[in-house]
């Protein structure tokens, strides 16, 4: 699935809609990710070591910060979105 991101210009305002349509498409992302054949410990020392030292932390992030990072992101779509009405 290609996902196309546009950067909106500054002071438009981004429609419900494509907010969450991209927190769904973010939260299957993580899922699929974490259901693939790289256990957690893994999964989280290569995104450890992808992250950039950034001058102001001194270094990368903490294992427990990526792990909670990824935790987040798996619990996007259920901390911000409704579930839609069921059609009876």
């Known amino acids: 699935m290609k996902i196309k991101v546009v950067q909106p210009e500054k002071g438009e305002v981004v429609s419900t809609e494509i907010i969450a349509t991209s927190i769904v498409a973010i939260a299957a992302a993580v899922r699929r990710m974490r259901s693939g054949r790289l256990?957690?410990?893994?999964?989280?020392?290569?995104?450890h070591h992808a992250c950039p030292s950034?001058?102001?932390?001194?270094?990368?992030p903490g294992i427990a910060e990526v792990r909670a990072v990824l935790a987040?992101?798996?619990?996007?779509e259920r901390t911000y979105l409704k579930k839609p009405p069921s059609r009876a």
């Open 39 to 47: 256990n957690d410990t893994a999964l989280v020392l290569l995104v």
């Open 54 to 60: 950034s001058g102001r932390m001194r270094g990368r």
């Open 72 to 76: 987040g992101l798996d619990a996007l």
